[in-house]
């Protein structure tokens, strides 16, 4: 189980998370949806300790990871993997070597051992044939297959997604969202999707949490989000530009 | 304050950098190494000669001229140019040089990697960013500014003699003598070279890993890293200035 509780995050002027507190069970898929710089990733980034709350309290099943230690954080980083926006690969290894790195770190697998592991991940998102590749020779939705190979080379307990569909054309797309169905209905994993696609969200959601201004202003399963009157639910929804949606300033202006 | 907090994180990273260097980072980051080597050293060597060769020219040009008004005995000007050189010139405008060109190019590439969070990924891996990125550069900048130091001496002290034996007609092997060069002058210079060639990827690499935002963020820190760089050039060339006069120039 995923618990944030109270959790407040103030950068600079900006209150970026004010009092949030979610909880996800073992097993489920949460979406988080809300405004770009609404706080998504930076509420899902204090489960993995790479940013610290102002105040309130994480907790990893019964493990609080608030002020843990970076040494205390590794086993929690074993156990939970994050698929990063923006791919992430590292640009100075192939596909191959970025995919074994968890492996050589967390493991302690020997080079080729987790080489042969890590062709083995590239081949389950169909890309063992780019393995000797660099990540600058493949397009951004190649890039993201990899990132995702990656993340679960460890076989995690808890994933992260954070907008993991943005920029996949929508086959790939449908893919990873039956990748994140299937690890929780087969392997149990639980899983956090910070996301805008609405498509996705009504597919494979089992709660859904709307941030905005700092707050969960709403968070329940998707047919409450689907029916919900709230007035800046719905405009977020069918998408209007008019509505009581206020958009949150830029960090620093 | 923030001065203090800024030499206190780079003193920190600093001593990282060392502790991961003894726990093999080398050996295990050689490819990311090995092309730092060839970015921070090949690279530079260019520019290295340019700006060396242009000074040495310059510097022995305005002094024959002054030297022709007031005395004109030329013997002293190679020897004094070439211990000038070895003790202060090649190590310092190097390092200068280093830290525009390398230090603008840690900074950026690093803090492109902050930004896209390349970063973070690395720590989710369970691998130190100090270790995967700092460390290479660390070493590939402190051997190539001694190396670089040692080529841009020459370079200048070559330049300076083909415009005194060209325009003031001073014999090559006038010019060339090393007699008032000694061994401290040598480790007065390599010692400044070591200290900058250290001083530089730290300050840049800081600036770097320390950016935040997107691609202005990034402007910001390469800008930070240049300017800091140059500043813990200029402030180690007086330090160690003092220092080796203390140790070997007092009384000579």
């Known amino acids: 189980m995923i618990r944030f509780e109270n959790v407040s995050k103030r950068f600079g002027t900006h209150q970026v998370l004010d009092d949030v507190s979610l909880t996800v069970p073992k097993g489920r898929i949460l979406f988080i949806i809300g405004t770009s710089g609404a706080g998504k990733s930076v509420l899902v980034k204090h489960l993995v300790g790479l940013i610290r709350p102002d105040s309130g309290r994480i907790f990893l099943d019964d493990l609080e990871v608030t002020q843990l230690s970076e040494k205390a954080l590794y086993p929690v980083r074993k156990r939970c993997a994050m698929v990063f926006q923006h791919s992430t690969l590292f640009d100075s290894m192939t596909l191959a070597e970025n995919v074994a790195l968890p492996l050589l770190k967390h493991r302690k697998l020997d080079p080729e051992t987790a080489d042969a592991e890590a062709l083995r991940r590239l081949a389950q998102v169909h890309m063992e044939a780019s393995a000797r590749r660099y990540p600058a020779d493949i397009g951004d939705g190649l890039r993201k297959r990899v990132a995702i190979a990656r993340a679960l080379t460890l076989e995690p307990e808890y994933v992260i997604f954070d907008e993991p569909t943005t920029g996949l054309d929508p086959v790939a797309a449908a893919n990873v969202d039956q990748l994140i169905r299937s690890l929780s209905a087969d392997f149990g994993v639980t899983s956090i999707v910070v996301s805008h696609d609405l498509r996705s969200i009504f597919k494979v959601a089992d709660r859904v949490a709307m941030l905005y201004q700092g707050k969960v202003l709403l968070d329940g399963p998707p047919s409450a989000f689907r029916s919900t009157t709230d007035p800046v639910v719905r405009q977020f929804i069918e998408g209007r530009p008019e509505g009581p949606m206020r958009f949150p300033r830029a960090r620093g202006s | 304050m923030g001065l203090l907090i800024a030499f206190r994180d780079a003193l920190g990273l600093f001593f990282a950098t060392w502790r991961w260097t003894f726990r093999g980072s080398l050996f295990r980051q050689r490819k990311v190494f090995l092309r730092q080597l060839h970015d921070i050293g090949n690279r530079s060597v260019l520019f290295i000669t340019v700006t060396l060769g242009v000074l040495g020219v310059i510097s022995v040009f305005q002094v024959l001229l002054q030297v022709e008004r007031i005395l004109p005995e030329f013997s002293v000007v190679g020897p004094a140019f070439i211990q000038t050189m070895v003790r202060e010139f090649a190590p310092t405008i190097t390092g200068l ?21 390349q970063v973070d990924a690395l720590r989710l891996c369970n691998a130190d960013p100090v270790d995967y990125l700092v460390a290479p550069r660390f070493w590939a ?99 160690l200035s003092g220092l080796s006069f203390l140790l070997w120039f007092q009384g000579r």
């Open chain 2, 97 to 117: 040089m280093i830290a525009t060109r390398v230090g603008s190019g840690i900074a950026a590439e690093l803090g492109s990697m902050v930004v896209t969070e």
């Open chain 2, 141 to 239: 900048c402190v051997l190539h500014t001694v190396l670089l130091t040692v080529y841009g001496g020459v370079v200048g002290v070559c330049c300076g003699a083909v415009v005194a034996h060209e325009v003031w007609e001073i014999p090559w092997t006038s010019f060339f003598s090393l007699r008032l060069v000694e061994l401290s002058d040598a480790a007065s210079g390599l010692m400044k070279a070591t200290a900058y060639g250290m001083a530089i990827p730290i300050a840049a690499a800081q600036a770097g890993l320390e950016t935040t935002g997107g691609s202005e963020g990034v402007g910001i820190a390469t800008t930070r890293a240049v300017v800091n760089a140059s500043f813990a050039v200029v402030v180690l060339d007086f330090l």
